[in-house]
């Protein structure tokens, strides 16, 4: 019989300590979960959910406008309401909210809403109870990174976006990555003017090249894009954000977002106080079976900084409480992680960038198309998609896949079980498409672009 209240107690209700603390308890441990901020995490409360779903009004503009093509004509033009997105939405993740919190309480998990830290061997502290448990699970997450520029703090971070109750009219992003190019699209789409800063000279710095100059020039149609720029000031003045760019010019805005990343959020958590060693850029480290350096103290999700994706941290906090508590054995794998952008036009990708299959094949032949979708022909919307597959040469497998356009993100999920079970440029070939789509484009490539 153990000594401790619980077998597992988990820091941090986001998608990974969630996802851990329901397959413990249904597997019968006896499992406890804190949260100090909101059930959920950083997904369902201020990411993946809300910002999808201000993509959809954001992408509703575009749908109106494109109407006008297919027969359909507005008495009145249509009028955008951002206190009642913002309502809805809110309305809308309260109500996740308590979904997270029902499927805790359903599978039995204790659930303690208050700061959690570690308070010695097998020992979690929230507020002034004590708690011991045989394991423990840190699943705290990130937060943003804001650099130290003089005036930070007239600016705004993807949290506060979510917070937003007034739409500004002009706005300038910071940042080339997915949140500033996501916000950028929605932001537009909802009629705000967008200046888009970023410090390099092609956005989405990790992608394939091709994707990253076709989406750096697509991104142009409805942003000011100012290219390797950084800023040197933020001031406020009756409301406005004057910002002091670094090739001397200044202009002034509504608002300054920052998205420059995101740090795992470490502190106050009693982790060098109790043995638990984190990386220079402040992660948890972890071993292939995510304990960290204090035996019976284990990290996953993006307090480890690996992937920082919810699906990712979805299944190392499965994988780990199966192989805590006895369930079906379970490897997280990191290869052929699929991602997606939801900017405007959507990004989607799964395996390897043209650079890296370079490196890692002798010789790659790569297919790519550029057209125009169907539904753009009658609209004259100036809208393109591009594809790209990369196919080693030696064994005719398929090793990546690439797309900006509609629907990219829907697409890719297919691929990635394609990549996933192995799949050969000839198998590719082999399956018939859909008539009419984009995806098919992805099964008709064949004839590959001269090197
Ligand atoms: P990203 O890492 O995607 O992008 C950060 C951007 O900020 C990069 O363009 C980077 O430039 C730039 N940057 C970093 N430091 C500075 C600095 N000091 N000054 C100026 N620019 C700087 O981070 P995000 O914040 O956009 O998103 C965080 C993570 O959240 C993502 O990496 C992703 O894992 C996850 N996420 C996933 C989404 C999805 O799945 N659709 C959506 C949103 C977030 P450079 O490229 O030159 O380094």
């Given at each position: 019989m153990s000594t401790y209240e619980y077998d597992f107690f988990v820091i941090g209700a986001g998608s990974g300590g969630v996802r851990a603390?329901?397959?413990?308890?249904?597997?019968?441990?006896r499992t406890g979960i804190a949260e100090a901020r909101f059930f959920g995490g950083t997904c369902v409360n201020v990411g993946c959910i809300p910002k999808k779903l201000y993509t959809y009004a954001a992408h509703a503009s575009h749908d109106f406008a494109d109407s006008a093509a297919y027969g359909w004509h507005a008495a009145s033009r249509p009028e955008f309401n951002?206190?009642?997105?913002?309502?809805?939405?809110?309305?809308?993740?309260?109500?996740?909210?308590?979904?997270?919190?029902?499927?805790?309480?359903?599978?039995?998990?204790?659930?303690?809403?208050?700061?959690?830290?570690?308070?010695?061997p097998n020992r979690v502290a929230i507020g002034d109870r004590e708690i011991s448990a045989r394991h423990i699970l840190v699943a705290v997450g990130g937060q943003s990174f804001m650099p130290p520029v003089p005036g930070i703090e007239h600016a705004l971070d993807s949290d506060d976006f979510f917070e937003l109750s007034e739409q500004p009219e002009t706005v300038l992003i910071v940042g080339g990555g997915y949140i500033a190019t996501e916000l950028a699209g929605v932001f537009a789409g909802l009629g705000t003017q967008v200046t888009l800063a970023?410090?390099?000279?092609?956005?989405?710095?990790?992608?394939?090249?091709?994707?990253?100059?076709?989406?750096?020039?697509?991104?142009?149609?409805?942003?000011?894009?100012?290219?390797?720029?950084?800023?040197?000031?933020?001031?406020?003045?009756?409301?406005?954000?004057?910002?002091?760019?670094s090739d001397g010019t200044r202009q002034t805005f509504d608002a300054v977002l920052y998205a420059t990343g995101r740090v795992p959020a470490t502190a106050n958590l009693?982790?060098?106080?109790?043995?638990?060693?984190?990386?220079?850029?402040?992660?948890?480290?972890?071993?292939?079976?995510?304990?960290?350096?204090?035996?019976?103290?284990y990290a996953v999700g993006d307090v480890i900084d690996r992937v920082t994706l919810t699906p990712v941290a979805l299944a190392e906090g499965q994988a780990l409480a199966r192989r805590l508590f006895g369930g079906p054995k379970q490897v997280v794998s990191y290869d052929l992680i699929p991602a997606a952008v939801f900017s405007d036009p959507q990004?989607?990708?799964?395996?390897?960038?043209?650079?890296?299959?370079?490196?890692?094949?002798?010789?790659?032949d790569v297919y790519r198309s550029r057209f125009r979708p169907l539904k753009h022909t009658m609209t004259g919307r100036e809208s393109y998609s591009l594809m790209k597959m990369l196919v080693d040469r030696a064994s005719d497998r398929v090793v990546g896949i690439h797309m900006a356009g509609d629907d990219a993100a829907e697409i890719m999920q297919g691929m990635a079980v394609a990549l996933q079970a192995g799949a050969t440029k000839a198998q590719f070939d082999l399956t018939i498409g859909i008539h009419p789509t984009a995806a098919e484009e992805f099964v008709t490539m064949r004839t590959p672009v001269s090197d």
């Open positions: 603390a329901r397959t413990a308890a249904a597997l019968g441990a951002w206190s009642l997105l913002k309502e809805n939405k809110d309305r809308e993740i309260s109500r996740l909210n308590g979904i997270y919190k029902n499927l805790l309480s359903n599978a039995a998990v204790d659930i303690f809403e208050g700061h959690a830290r570690l308070a010695g970023y410090r390099g000279d092609l956005l989405l710095n990790g992608f394939d090249q091709d994707i990253r100059s076709f989406f750096t020039d697509a991104i142009k149609s409805y942003t000011n894009l100012k290219l390797n720029s950084d800023i040197e000031r933020i001031t406020e003045s009756k409301q406005k954000k004057q910002v002091l760019f009693g982790l060098a106080d109790n043995g638990v060693e984190l990386s220079d850029v402040g992660a948890i480290i972890v071993d292939k079976d995510f304990e960290t350096s204090t035996p019976g103290v990004i989607a990708t799964v395996g390897m960038t043209e650079d890296e299959a370079r490196s890692c094949h002798k010789q790659i």
